[in-house]
């Protein structure tokens, strides 16, 4: 075969036997050598001495920004003392300290270094909730458009283990996961974030243990506020279950409920509901709350809220700082 023939059938050879590219633009991850800056906030724009929301007290909060357009969509976040871990939903993670003055330090960017498919797709790694055992530091997250749950190493370096529980295959691609926690008893709980079809209902399902290794599991069905959908929820230090509920109302109107359930209600087929303790709705400081979780500082029970921005102008990433009074 003459020479150009050869260099032409090489060109022509690879195109005809590999896919041809979608033309999706690849998921934007953060620099390892980002920024990240922090400006406070007061709960009630129109009252900078409001603190009461409900049985909440409010401690400060920030709006966070970084410097680079993957910035932002954190769907997921875990505190232990002073240190953060915020996690988006194209698998993005920020890591940083935080104490009184209210100022990132150490702040660390990285990546999910596994997941259900490529990656390169931001629904990839549509990463919607988290989880962590103080005992082994090993985290749990749990991703929509698949339905699965990853375990990954404490320091996040590899994937550990994976799950596609059985139970969780009817959910919604879009309305999987959302919300996942372990108890203080070890076991782990996660709420579909869409209803059942036609109903208010979302299906549940509790692990005796680590989801990913762990069998039998059951199902319950959590009972949401009218017009409200979970997106969250943590263990609280003295054993309770709080969830986080979010609705959307035109124009584009956000509000936030925290409802107090008791574990013990979670039982095999069994309706749950919960009680109420606080709203957040203009004029207070309302967006996409999507992240939750609750430590402990001396005697007082300390909740933190995060807001997913969907990397829109209108919404913001905003960390707040709430005591629980009892």
């Known amino acids: 075969m003459h020479r150009p023939l050869v260099l032409l059938a090489a060109i022509l050879l690879p195109l005809a036997v590999v896919p041809g590219w979608s033309g999706e633009e690849r998921s934007a991850r953060l620099r390892a050598s980002g920024a990240m800056t922090a400006r406070r906030v007061p709960i009630d724009p129109h009252d900078a001495g409001r603190r009461r929301v409900g049985s909440l007290t409010y401690l400060g909060g920030v709006v966070l920004d970084g410097d680079h357009r993957a910035f932002g969509g954190f769907s997921a976040l875990h505190v232990d003392g002073n240190r953060f871990t915020l996690l988006s939903d194209g698998g993005n993670l920020v890591r940083f300290r935080m104490g009184g003055d209210w100022r990132p330090r150490r702040v660390v960017f990285s990546f999910v270094p596994a997941g259900p498919r490529t990656g390169w797709e931001k629904r990839d790694r549509d990463a919607e909730s988290l989880a962590r055992d103080p005992v082994t530091a090993r985290w749990w997250v749990g991703f929509e458009n698949v339905n699965q ?51 208010r209902m979302r299906d549940g399902i509790v692990w005796p243990g680590d989801p990913t290794t762990r069998r039998p599991a059951f199902r319950f069905a959590y009972v949401a506020s009218p017009g409200f959908s979970p997106s969250d929820m943590t263990a609280l230090p003295n054993g309770g279950l709080l969830v986080l509920e979010r609705a959307l109302s035109l124009p584009f109107r956000w509000s936030a409920r925290l409802v107090l359930v008791d574990p ?63």
Do not use: C, H
Not at 159 to 165: F, K, T
């Open 264 to 326: 013990a209600a979670l039982r095999p087929a069994a309706v749950v509901s919960g009680r109420t303790i606080a709203q957040l709705a203009p004029p207070l400081l309302a967006d996409n709350y999507e992240g939750l979780a609750a430590v402990r500082e001396g005697r007082d029970t300390i909740l933190w809220l995060l807001s997913d921005d969907n990397q829109l102008f209108l919404e913001r990433t905003l960390l707040l700082k709430f005591r629980l009074e009892t």
């Open 149 to 199: 749950i990853w375990r990954y190493a404490p320091d996040w370096t590899r994937a550990e283990a994976v799950a596609a529980p059985a139970a969780m295959r009817r959910w919604r691609r879009d309305g999987g996961p959302e919300s996942l926690a372990r108890l203080a008893d070890g076991r782990f709980v996660a709420i579909a974030e869409s209803p059942r079809r036609g109903e």
